[in-house]
């Protein structure tokens, strides 16, 4: 696949990630280098993996990086449910985001599984 940019999946993992930066800025001060760094690192993971696992060139590598890609989603949700705990999060904008987030995670198994069907 050579367009990484036309694929849904691609789209919305960027779509999730540019909500996850607006929705840590009002995280406190003292967490710019914590909590509010680990979110936008593991949700910047997404859709960068998506992007490099496209690139390459055999399905085995693309599994590989799309596989590392769940892996970020996970971490980004166990971090958000972090935020949403120690109330840094409301209720509503967690729920939001873990929706988004659980989209993308059924569209990435999916994708995975349409990979290792074609094998």
């Known amino acids: 696949m050579s367009n990484f940019r036309s694929l849904l999946i691609w789209q919305k993992s960027m779509a999730l990630t540019t909500k996850i930066y607006f929705s840590t800025n009002h995280f406190p001060k003292e967490e710019i280098f914590g909590l509010t ?62 929706e988004d987030s659980r989209e993308v995670e059924r569209m990435l198994v999916s994708f995975i599984k349409k990979i290792k069907a074609r094998n």
Do not use: C, W
Request: a negative charge.
């Open 37 to 98: 760094s680990q979110i936008r690192r593991s949700s910047i993971s997404i859709p960068s993996n998506i992007a490099e696992g496209l690139g390459r060139e055999s399905d085995k590598d693309l599994l590989r990086f799309l596989n590392i890609s769940v892996a970020s989603l996970f971490e980004m949700q166990t971090q958000l449910e972090i935020a949403k705990n120690i109330s840094f999060l409301k209720e509503d904008d967690f729920n939001n985001l873990y």
